[in-house]
């Protein structure tokens, strides 16, 4: 077997290319059949501004430092969607031959560990395609709903919808974080979903999961929606807000958006200087709250009873139950691995749209 395995990395700036890396170390060896793009991440490092190139961070103090050496390049590891098949193992419960789902950037193939990295076998009834949001993306969506559901309810949090059922809910952000935040939001009982995006095609793909979908472009959607939801004497306006698009104005979007003492579950990668942020404006007059809920950390308190492995179950029941629509408007673009480098130069000069781009590799099953 290869000590090494074919990667797409990040040279420099604006320089994409697929190269060997090391398989690494670990009981279990992995084949990948195929890994999706999380472009917004993605393209940060493309661009250089991702704030791990500039600053060192450090874990124990919780600070991004810049009185020590930053990552900088070649970053070696983008992506964390990847479905594989599993040719050799030694750790309990992988068997040789199953599909998982796992977290290792987009390259053939990878050695992990199961207790250092995640692992989660697949059901057998899962469209591959389908596989790629189960270790990371979905989880990072539905603990947005655990956050929401942590404001509302404390430490006893009983079930993934107990922040949105029954309430008026705004997603800001169509990209691909949006749409299954929205359509966990859909299918654990909101009242309303409303998307905010101006892209037409985000905006169609969110029509198709059966959610609202407005363009934030064509008329001031702070008004359109507090004209239609009263709660009461001067308290109009959305109960939560999951605010997924990766700039500050779309933040300052979701703040007038929310009724007095509502609140926003922030899911957003920003790498902007916030310079729309108004603080002294709707965020300080309606005493709002901002909760981000990234990254990969439960809502304190809640440990006990909800970890990765419960959101991971938590996105399986949700593809499991909603894949035919996922499948047919999320899933916009499959294409071979050896074009992915070319598909991020085009995404970061914007010469193309997706909505959920997937990079498809040579499946090693019998």
Not at 61 to 90: K, N
Not at 121 to 131: A, E, H, I, R
Not at 172 to 186: K, N
Request: aromatic content about 4%.
């Amino acid at each position: 077997m290869s000590a090494t395995d074919r990667a797409i990395v990040v040279r420099a700036p604006g320089e994409a290319a697929v190269q060997e890396v090391p398989a690494g170390d670990g009981p279990v060896r992995l084949a990948t059949v195929c890994s999706g793009v999380s472009a917004g991440t993605e393209l940060s490092f493309l661009t250089g501004t991702n704030p791990a190139l500039h600053a060192h961070h450090d874990p124990e103090l919780g600070l991004f430092r810049t009185d020590l050496p930053a990552t900088g390049y070649p970053v070696t590891r983008i992506g964390y969607m990847e479905v594989a098949r599993v040719v050799e193992s030694d750790a309990p419960g992988v068997t040789p031959g199953a599909l998982v789902a796992a977290a290792y950037g987009h390259r053939t193939g990878c050695r992990v560990d199961p207790l250092a990295e995640r692992v989660v076998v697949l059901p057998s009834d899962l469209d591959p395609l389908l596989g790629i949001y189960v270790a990371h993306m979905g989880p990072i969506c539905a603990n947005g709903l655990l956050h929401a559901a942590a404001d509302l309810c404390g430490t006893d949090v009983r079930a993934l919808g107990d922040g949105v059922r029954g309430r008026r809910v705004v997603v800001v952000g169509g990209g691909v974080v949006g749409l299954l935040t929205g359509l966990f939001a859909h299918r654990h009982g909101a009242a309303d979903v409303v998307l905010l995006d101006p892209t037409p095609e985000r905006r169609a793909a969110a029509v198709g999961l059966g959610l609202e979908a407005l363009d934030p472009e064509q008329a001031d959607p702070a008004v359109v929606l507090k004209t239609r939801w009263r709660h009461g004497p001067g308290d109009r306006g959305a109960d939560v807000v999951f605010q997924c698009r990766g700039r500050t104005a779309a933040l300052a979007t979701a703040l007038r958006l929310l009724r007095p003492q509502g609140t926003i579950v922030d899911l957003a990668f920003y790498t902007d200087d916030g310079s729309p942020l108004r603080l002294g404006a709707e965020f300080h007059h309606n005493g709002l709250v901002i909760h981000c809920a990234q990254i990969g950390r439960v809502p304190r308190g809640t440990a006990h009873a909800w970890d990765r492995e419960r959101l991971s179950t938590e996105t399986i029941d949700l593809l499991q139950a909603e894949g035919t629509v996922v499948r047919k408007h999320m899933i916009t673009d499959v294409l071979p691995f050896a074009d992915g480098p070319a598909l991020l130069h085009d995404l970061a000069a914007r010469r193309r749209h997706v909505v959920q781009a997937v990079l498809t590799f040579d499946d090693p099953s019998p």
